[in-house]
């Protein structure tokens, strides 16, 4: 029998790290530390280096794109090149491929991550034609093909999936939660010219449906909604759509820290009088881009520089420890690990990483030493020298 040493000794930090007992004292529950992780997946960095910093650092869950478009890019098989017919599943009456989100799927269980899809972005064959443009996300024209790639999605990463079967070496993980849509309280996600809320309800009660008949154990989180997010939830109720999900979901983008909790409390208020007051909340976006002056047009007030970044960082952390019981939050998704920040765009968001990507080179912000050192406080870890050590020089 091999000792513990030898097991030990092939397995990569963040793997070892997952064995060692958990801290004690936590001040929140397993999993509710999360990283909004799609730059690792999209940038040219080692996803493996980048995901096992995020183990060492406290992350336990990663939010990611699954991106409809690229998994079903032709309406039937006519449409697909014949150089291409390889790449997709001949099992499917849509073409269909698995091979992006398997790679996040693998790479996530093999650190004990869980992962929150957000499926989005519609392929040009079921868009509603004025909504599709280069600027903004195609609005479903029908909601059946978006609902049925769904259950094809649960099918394969949820509790009797197929990828599980397929990858017997990879620690199983199932996925149970599912994000349905991005910010449709926003133009460029719900390009629509009239009230974005009936729309949105419509495709979320077929993807609840889809879900819940693959799986029915499995939880529909809520788009997250920014800007004023009490007043659009509720306009999610006024169009029905209370019964359509499990678990709403918050983006709080706000000058000052304590503002993160106050629209946290307009926001159960809401769930309140809609007569929701059993259901969770979650934050699948928290954070400040350091863009302050560095992107063209008037500022958002919560732009700000590194030091402001990492400044609200370590103050949010323990603000959402002392309010999760009260508020029913059951975690947050920072955004987001790492940003290429190029000056001169517009995009504050483009510098809203922890990390930032120039040049081939990794370098870590303020705000990574700030979030790792309040992660790990928050998970029960007291010791400086044990989060020195965890807290590892990313790169």
């Known amino acids: 029998m091999r000792s513990p040493f030898h097991l030990l ?34 940038l040219n960095v080692s996803p493996k ?5 995020m183990v060492a650092s406290g992350v336990e869950s990663i939010r990611v794109v699954f991106n409809w478009s690229a998994a079903q890019p032709y309406p039937d098989w006519n449409h697909v090149p014949l150089d291409q017919v390889a790449n997709y599943l001949p099992s499917y009456h849509v073409p269909t491929t698995f091979a992006q989100t398997d790679r996040i799927v693998e790479a996530a269980a093999r650190r004990g991550l869980t992962v929150l899809p957000v499926v989005i972005y519609t392929p040009y064959w079921d868009a509603a034609p004025q909504t599709l443009t280069a600027t903004t996300v195609g609005v479903p024209r029908r909601a059946a093909p978006y609902a049925s790639y769904l259950r094809l999605l649960v099918m394969r ?5 197929s990828f599980w079967s397929s990858h017997p070496n990879v620690p199983k993980i199932p996925i149970r939660r599912w994000q349905i849509w991005n910010e449709p309280d926003i133009h460029s996600y719900w390009p629509v010219s009239g009230p974005w809320a009936p729309g949105y309800v419509w495709l979320l009660r077929s993807a609840h449906a889809a879900i819940k ?12 909604l920014a800007n004023y997010v009490w007043t659009d939830l509720a ?12 678990m709403v979901a918050v ?19 809401v769930m309140n009088r809609a007569g929701d007051g059993g259901k969770p909340m979650i934050l699948t976006e928290l954070g400040w881009p350091s863009a302050l002056g560095k992107v063209s047009g ?5 732009e700000t520089t590194e030091a402001g970044q990492a400044r609200m960082l370590a103050e949010v952390l323990p603000m959402l420890a002392r ?18 920040e190029v000056k001169g765009g517009s995009d504050a968001f483009a510098f809203a990483g922890l990390l930032r990507f120039d040049n081939g080179r990794v370098t870590a912000k303020p705000a990574y030493w700030a979030f790792c050192r309040g992660a790990l406080k928050l998970e029960g870890w007291r010791s400086t020298a044990a989060v020195a050590t965890r807290c590892a020089r990313p790169g």
């Open 9 to 42: 000794a092939g397995l990569t930090v963040a793997a070892v790290l997952l064995l060692l007992p958990p801290a004690a004292g936590a001040a929140v529950p397993p999993g509710f530390v999360g990283m909004n992780a799609d730059s690792v997946f999209s």
């Open 49 to 53: 280096r980048q995901l096992d910093t």
């Open 157 to 161: 990463y949820g509790p009797r999936g």
């Open 213 to 224: 008949r693959a799986d029915p154990g499995a939880k529909v989180v809520l788009a997250g």
């Open 235 to 246: 306009k999610v109720y006024a169009a029905g759509g209370r019964n359509f999900f499990d």
């Open 251 to 269: 983006h709080p983008y706000t000058k000052v820290p304590r503002g993160v909790i106050t629209i946290l409390r307009l926001v159960r208020n």
């Open 298 to 302: 008037i500022p958002a007030d919560f």
């Open 323 to 340: 309010v999760r019981r009260q508020l029913g939050l059951m975690g947050f998704y920072y955004y987001t690990w790492i940003t290429h």
